[in-house]
């Protein structure tokens, strides 16, 4: 029977890492895919598969390391088999004083015990294997993708281009935000039983003037003095579109207003609000509105501060 270990290349005291490495190596190379024409590297591809299956399986090598299994993981001598222990009988076999067959007890319940892959036929005896495990699919891959503010906000659906050079056409979920992570089967790496996953995960950008807060979005306006003291419409932005925003009169800066539904898409099928924020603009130098404040009878009116305690 083959050696694992030579199989794959490695020494008896290789550590995991190691023994993923040098069959990721040699899966690469010996994969039918890229050995269309070389039925010889198929069947390399399979017996390298198997010793990585059985090298893989910390039981299974310890197994295999004092000798109980073989290098196809079949026992190595159950039994007596091959030692002398048992003997040919009539109906079945005897071993240690059990028999099977007609007058003995059903072995299968043994056999599956011991080797837990035994699977029971249909009469009352075991049929199968000895339960190898299935062929591992590929590596994992993982991205990150960036997402723009406005688009996170609107799932805008994003072009997503892969490690093989092949683009798809991502929608985001709602609720989507920065760490969120979404699974395209079998995007990721071949292996000889299927291919991995790509695992991406969203980070959403940062905006130059709207902020998240939740599902809402916060928005600082700038207005003038003019439209604080007057009130009036002015335009606003959204993450959707500009939209006409009326500013009350008498607006002191800090007064916030509400957009609804003009944030964030919510899991559950609605969407955040935006939150404005105005803020007064008062020009660096005007001298006429300078003139205007030192003549004011007003400016010395009242205390702004006075709930504060100063």
């Given at each position: 029977m083959a050696d694992p270990y030579k199989t794959l290349g490695v020494a008896r005291?290789?550590?995991?890492?190691?023994?993923?490495?040098?069959?990721?190596?040699?899966?690469?190379?010996?994969h039918p895919d890229r050995n269309k024409d070389n039925p010889k590297a198929s069947e390399k591809f399979s017996q390298v598969t198997n010793a990585y299956d059985l090298l893989n399986d910390k039981d299974k090598r310890a197994r295999f390391d004092r000798?109980?299994?073989?290098?196809?993981?079949?026992?190595?001598?159950?039994?007596?088999?091959?030692?002398?222990?048992?003997?040919?009988?009539?109906?079945?076999?005897?071993?240690?004083?059990?028999?099977?067959?007609?007058?003995?007890?059903?072995?299968?319940?043994?056999?599956?015990?011991?080797?837990?892959?035994?699977?029971?036929?249909?009469?009352?005896?075991?049929?199968?294997?000895?339960?190898?495990?299935?062929?591992?699919?590929?590596?994992?891959?993982?991205?990150?993708?960036?997402v723009p503010f406005v688009e996170a906000a609107t799932l805008e659906p994003q072009r997503v281009t892969l490690s093989d050079g092949k683009t798809l056409d991502l929608k985001l979920p709602a609720g989507v935000e920065t760490g969120t992570q979404m699974k395209l089967a079998g995007k990721g790496e071949q292996?000889?039983?299927?291919?991995?996953?790509?695992?991406?995960?969203?980070?959403?950008?940062?905006h130059k003037f709207f902020t998240r807060d939740g599902d809402d979005v916060r928005l600082e306006l700038p207005i003038t003095l003019a439209e604080a003291v007057l009130g009036g419409s002015i335009k606003a932005p959204t993450v959707d579109?500009?939209?006409?925003?009326?500013?009350?009169?008498?607006?002191?800066?800090?007064?916030?207003?509400?957009?609804?539904?003009?944030?964030f898409h919510k899991k559950g099928g609605t969407r955040g609000d935006q939150l404005v924020t105005l803020m007064i603009d008062i020009p660096?130098?005007?001298?006429?509105?300078?003139?205007?404040?030192?003549?004011?009878?007003?400016?010395?009116?009242?205390?702004?501060?006075?709930s504060m305690g100063v």
């Open positions: 005291d290789a550590t995991e890492a190691d023994i993923k490495k040098a069959y990721r190596k040699l899966a690469k190379e010996l000798g109980e299994i073989d290098g196809d993981g079949n026992p190595a001598a159950p039994f007596g088999f091959g030692g002398g222990g048992g003997r040919p009988h009539p109906g079945g076999f005897r071993s240690e004083g059990y028999e099977s067959g007609p007058g003995g007890p059903d072995m299968s319940d043994i056999f599956e015990g011991l080797f837990g892959g035994a699977q029971r036929g249909g009469g009352g005896g075991f049929s199968g294997g000895f339960g190898r495990r299935a062929q591992p699919k590929g590596e994992n891959v993982a991205y990150r993708l960036q292996g000889p039983g299927g291919a991995g996953d790509a695992i991406l995960t969203i980070e959403v950008q940062p579109k500009p939209v006409m925003l009326t500013i009350p009169k008498g607006t002191t800066s800090g007064k916030t207003l509400r957009l609804k539904g003009k944030g660096a130098s005007d001298a006429a509105l300078t003139a205007f404040v030192e003549s004011w009878d007003g400016r010395e009116a009242g205390n702004p501060r006075g």
